[in-house]
Structures are given as C-alpha cells and as structure tokens.
T-cell receptor
Framework: AQSVAQPEDQVNVAEGNPLTVKCTYS??????LFWYVQYPNRGLQFLLK??????LVKGSYGFEAEFNKSQTSFHLKKPSALVSDSALYFC?????????????FGKGNQVVVIP | ETGVTQSPTHLIKTRGQQVTLRCSSQ?????VSWYQQALGQGPQFIFQ???????GRGNFPPRFSGLQFPNYSSELNVNALELDDSALYLC?????????????FGPGTRLTVL
C-alpha cells in the first residue's frame, strides 16, 4: 500500500527564516504526491502536487516542494516564513487501489512560526 | 474557498443513534470522497463515489454508508454510533484524470458522540 511518513510532530521557526516540513513516501509505481494545509477548525487547503516533470514544484502562498526520487522524499519549503503560516501541514500520496484516487495522509506536522 | 460545502457544521449525537452528513461538490466535479479525521490524526479514507456508484472503500465497517445523487452531491450515513466515531468528517470533490485529480476539501462536519 502507498504511504507517507512525516517524522516530526512540530516544527518551530522564527518569522523570516526558511521553513521546511519533511515527508518521505513509500509507493509501488509512480508517486503522485500532495501537500495540504489545515487551519484551526477548517478543512484542508490544497498547496501543491507532484505528478511528473520538474522535481521542484511551486504552489500557493509562496510554498514549494522538492521531489527526490533517490531519497523518496517530498519536503515542503518556504524561503521566508510568516506568522500566518502557523498551521497543520499534511503530506499525502495518491493510493490508486481499485482505480480510484483515494489519498493516504501522513499524521501531520504542526508548524509554529514565532514572531 | 474551494466551492465544496458541507452541512451541518457541528452536531452532537448519543451512542447508538444514526447520523447523516451532507456534501455539495465543486461545480464540474463528478467524484466525492469522504474522510474521517480523528483528533490529532491525519484524515482516513472512508469511501469514494463516482457517478453515483461506490468506487473504493477504506477500512470502515458497513455501518458507514453513502450515496451520491445525480447532481454529484453526496451523503455519508453512520448507523449505531460509537464513541470512537467522534471526529471531523471531511468531504472532497475531484474530477479524476491522469494528471489533474486534485481533491478539494470542504470545511468539514464536527461530530461528537456522547
């Protein structure tokens, strides 16, 4: 089965510093990878995805992610964090069992941006 | 905002009762997926509906059932509620193709079972 792992529970970063949220994946076949963000009492907002092509994917709100096939990683990055980036971040992989596009999520990373 | 709406926002039920949650998909999307997000966890796939047919199911018992209507809106029904069913229930709509099958999520329904 397809799966992702987010090894850190919480990431603390000072405002203005680079932000990295880590994700590793395990898939059979080509990986379809996604990042979502969740603010308190809200649903998930799509940030970006990797399907194929360039290893550096650019997404919403200044976020980007780097796909690394040899390290089976898909880390989310932002060059300069804002206090408003404080939220819960989920990495997900498309799990195409049965021909559907179900997503398998990691447990999430809480990001805290310190003013 | 994604255009995916869910109702109600919150509800409280007691153990053994039944509940129906509703989801309206984004315009043009023919697929709806339901996920359960327990506190402190990532969302877990319940099932998916494509053109009114169930198209895949996660590891959830049969008391979790669903429907999709001709306008692609959807319902999630849970019978014989248990305390562990307390969670945020998320619905996501998509238009699956090989390259553009991003799922867009609604705001969720917070279910509390007492």
């Amino acid at each position: 089965a397809q799966s992702v792992a987010q090894p850190e529970d919480q990431v603390n970063v000072a405002e203005g510093n680079p932000l990295t949220v880590k994700c590793t994946y395990s898939v059979s076949g080509n990986p379809y990878l996604f990042w979502y963000v969740q603010y308190p009492n809200r649903g998930l907002q799509f940030l970006l995805k990797y399907i194929t092509g360039d290893n550096l994917v650019k997404g919403s709100y200044g976020f980007e992610a780097e796909f690394n096939k040899s390290q089976t990683s898909f880390h989310l990055k932002k060059p300069s964090a804002l206090v408003s980036d404080s939220a819960l971040y989920f990495c997900a992989v498309r799990d195409g069992r049965g021909g559907n596009n179900r997503l398998a999520f990691g447990k999430g990373n809480q990001v805290v941006v310190i003013p | 905002e994604t255009g995916v709406t869910q109702s109600p926002t919150h509800l409280i039920k007691t153990r053994g009762q039944q509940v129906t949650l509703r989801c309206s998909s984004q315009s043009g999307h023919n697929t709806v997926s339901w996920y359960q997000q327990a506190l402190g966890q990532g969302p877990q796939f319940i099932f998916q509906y494509y053109r009114e047919e169930e198209n895949g199911r996660g590891n959830f018992p049969p008391r979790f059932s669903g429907l999709q209507f001709p306008n692609y809106s959807s319902e999630l029904n849970v019978n014989a509620l248990e305390l562990d069913d307390s969670a945020l229930y998320l619905c996501a709509s998509s238009f699956p193709t090989s390259r553009t099958d991003t799922q867009y999520f609604g705001p969720g329904t917070r279910l509390t079972v007492l």
